[in-house]
């Protein structure tokens, strides 16, 4: 996944947002955004357990 921090004037109100490929989030301030970005990276790192069918 890509994942791009960058400021954007297009919502005055959220000047920062997040591109996750072609998803984008907006928020309200760069420190925001920052740390959307972290907790989204430690839950894509964290281990997830395949649960077996069958």
Known sequence: MKIIVSAS???PG???QVQLDQHVVS???E???R???DT???RLRAP???KQVG
């Open 27 to 29: 928020f309200r301030s």
């Open 14 to 16: 959220c000047p920062w």
């Open 40 to 42: 989204l990276q430690q």
């Open 35 to 37: 740390a959307f970005v």
């Open 9 to 11: 004037a297009r919502k």
């Open 31 to 33: 420190a925001e955004a």
């Open 48 to 50: 997830h357990p395949l």
